[in-house]
């Protein structure tokens, strides 16, 4: 999909909300109840059966990639609808489910039973687990993200996340698995996982030119990308990033033709350079833009992978290299986790990146879901050290753990939860003209803060600007009106001593355990006594 042709799909869905005569109404965790459980892509946003648009919230349920080349099962043993209802209790809307392309196809002896798997595993019980999985997390009311996780070239076993798709059978491995989920339109196809360059130094050390994964690569599988020329090659890794072998790439835009050809209408994802998490750093986000594969049926998304240290891990990036995609598709961060600082083996320190990058991403439409929904053995923490990303500590009672489970959790229950409601409000000017006196109650117990400023401007220092009035802090015990006295600043005093009466804009920002943190904006005319 060319940046062209994303500004024509654009302006093309934005005449047909115009010409609907509607705003888009936003679904949020439960609608699922009365519309159909659906998902597919208008313009920037992702919307539900009933057009509503929606987001995808929520987790990244790892295993089926390993533990079916490990030997010891299909995956960690709680792909099930207990897990599904856990997910789905944290007001999650999506999960993510990492797949191996030999066991889903059946390739190189995967998969395999060595450690007494029993009954033995197979490729049609790898599918049929799969398949059984995203059936439960339906039921539930979440959306599945299928993901090409690991691969591997030829007789390569797939143990382990490759630079790119291969030519050998990750289309195979699409045709097969958009063929078993065409008629499930609850379903996103995620290409692949984590494209890199092995020969840039933020992704890999390899000193080969001929390795080189450029835009083109990763777009077409050849050289110059739309124009044809010579497939690309880049090498092949084994599970302790010892090179092995090289291999011709499959271009993105193979996958999805692959998708396509079966008649499946899912949405994809499309994850840039540098493990994901480059869209364009360079260039505002027109790399991913220019070369993103093109998709006839306009249902393609970006996707973006976030973790501390990689180049773009803060709010400059986000702002300008996603925010700009998002004006034209969605924006899936298919994986994010902060630096587990709480871990021994951690030296880092304490961080608030979660809360961070979920509220930015919030306030830009865009998609998130955590790394992952896993339990860890306290060896496996150990070993894991900075990169110990499991958001539960049992299965048992699925207890979110400390940072990123617990962070994500309350986000999410934050986010869904209602607003803190006003059921009085009142403003007068105390004699003297210095301090406005509001008279506030609400339902729930609450905290929160009164800011306001003039509506109109004036000339302030040589410059025409709004009069700010101050601000106050306050707390209400439910059902209580409660009198708080806000201190106008000096010049909004004056202001109001001439003028008599001034056109205000009050703000109240109230947050309460259960609700959402919820802004309210009031218009009122401050009169002089």
């Given at each position: 999909m060319r940046l062209g042709h994303l500004r024509r799909l654009v302006a093309i869905?934005?005449?047909?909300?115009?010409?609907a005569g509607s705003s888009i109404a936003v679904a949020t965790p439960g609608s699922a109840t009365t519309v159909p459980l659906r998902i597919s892509i208008k313009g920037k946003h992702f919307v539900n059966?009933?057009?509503h648009v929606v987001r995808l919230l929520g987790v990244n349920h790892t295993s089926a990639e390993y533990g079916c080349v490990d030997g010891f099962g299909y995956d960690d043993g709680h792909f099930t609808g207990a897990d599904a209802a856990a997910i789905a209790s944290w007001k999650a809307t999506a999960v993510r489910v990492p797949l191996n392309e030999d066991c889903w196809l059946g390739l190189n002896g995967q998969p395999n039973s060595s450690e007494?798997?029993?009954?033995p595993l197979t490729r049609d019980g790898y599918r049929h687990e799969i398949v059984n999985y995203v059936a439960a997390l339906n039921r539930h009311g979440l959306y599945a993200i299928l993901d090409l996780h690991w691969?591997?070239?030829?007789?390569?076993?797939?143990?382990?996340?490759q630079p790119m798709p291969d030519w050998d059978h990750s289309r195979a491995f699409w045709t097969s698995v958009a063929t078993t989920f065409k008629a499930n339109h609850a379903v996103v196809f995620d290409l692949y996982n984590e494209p890199f360059d092995p020969t840039d130094p933020r992704s890999g050390d390899d000193q080969d030119p001929n390795d080189k994964v450029t835009w083109n690569c990763w777009?077409?599988?050849t050289k110059n990308g739309p124009d044809g020329g010579d497939p690309c090659f880049t090498a092949a890794y084994d599970e302790n990033g010892q090179k092995t072998s090289t291999y011709r790439v499959a271009g993105l835009q193979s996958l999805?033709?692959?998708?396509?050809?079966?008649?499946?209408?899912?949405?994809?994802?499309?994850?840039g350079l540098d493990y994901a998490n480059d869209l364009g750093d360079r260039d505002h986000g027109s790399a991913w833009m220019n070369h993103a594969?093109?998709?006839?049926?306009?249902?393609?998304?970006?996707?973006?992978?976030n973790y501390m240290g990689k180049a773009c891990d803060h709010l400059t990036c986000w702002n300008g290299v996603l925010a700009p995609i998002a004006t034209h598709v969605p924006v899936v961060t298919g994986e994010f986790a902060e630096d587990n600082f709480l871990q021994r083996k951690c030296n880092a320190p304490r961080s608030t990146f979660d809360a961070r990058y979920m509220a930015?991403?919030?306030?830009?439409?865009v998609s998130y879901l955590a790394w992952g929904w896993i339990v860890e053995s306290q060896a496996e923490k150990d070993a894991d050290g900075c990169s110990a990303f499991y958001l539960i500590e049992n299965y048992s009672h699925y207890t979110p753990a400390q940072p990123n489970g617990v962070a994500l959790r309350d986000h999410l229950r934050a986010l869904f939860a209602p607003p803190v409601r006003l059921t009085r409000f009142e403003a007068v000017v105390k004699t003297g003209n210095r301090v406005v006196r509001f008279t506030l109650r609400s339902p729930s117990t609450s905290r929160g803060s009164i800011t306001g400023r003039t509506v109109h401007t004036y000339i302030v220092n040589g410059a025409r600007r709004h009069v700010g009035l101050g601000s106050v802090a306050f707390t209400l015990r439910a059902r209580v009106s409660k009198a708080v006295l806000l201190t106008l600043t000096r010049r909004a005093h004056r202001l109001l001593v001439r003028k008599r009466q001034l056109a205000v804009l009050i703000t109240i920002t109230l947050t309460s355990p259960g609700h959402r943190r919820t802004v309210i904006h009031r218009s009122v005319t401050l009169k002089a006594r």
């Open positions: 869905a934005s005449i047909a909300f115009v010409a059966g009933a057009g007494g798997a029993d009954p691969n591997a070239p030829g007789a390569q076993v797939a143990l382990e996340q777009e077409t599988g999805l033709d692959a998708i396509r050809a079966t008649g499946a209408r899912q949405p994809v994802m499309a994850g594969p093109d998709d006839p049926l306009n249902q393609e998304a970006a996707s973006f992978h930015w991403a919030d306030s830009k439409g």
